[in-house]
């Protein structure tokens, strides 16, 4: 019952009543990936999505499965024997508007101070 009211009224937790009707009529399961977000396709292939494993967000799409959600390659991960490079960094959330977010020196949030101004600029300020 209470993923039933989940799916009803929220769109950021995994799928809405919408998108499980959708897919249940017209969804070709492709395949899931190693965070259990499970990818479809519509007989076509022309419309691809995602279905997340908790809360929807974009960035939790590894690099093998971006490519074809945006239609970049025709074959899937695993059909492709798709093996992440070296280089490629594992997943990290996105941290906007939490405490743990970046904030570069001097920003309100960082605790430090500006910099001092230098150099050819003057900070502005009332009554100059």
Known sequence: MKKL????FTWWNGQTIGTRFFTWRKGIRVG????GNVYYKDRTGARRWVIYNGLAE???IPAGWH???HHRVDTTPVDDGYE???WEQAHRPNYTGSAVAYRPKGA???????????GDYDAWSPGN
């Open 5 to 8: 009211l989940i799916e009803l």
């Open 32 to 35: 899931e990936d190693a965070f």
């Open 58 to 60: 974009a960035s939790k």
């Open 67 to 69: 490519g074809w959600m």
């Open 84 to 86: 992440p490079r070296a």
């Open 108 to 118: 309100i949030g960082s605790g430090e101070s500006r910099p001092a101004v230098t």
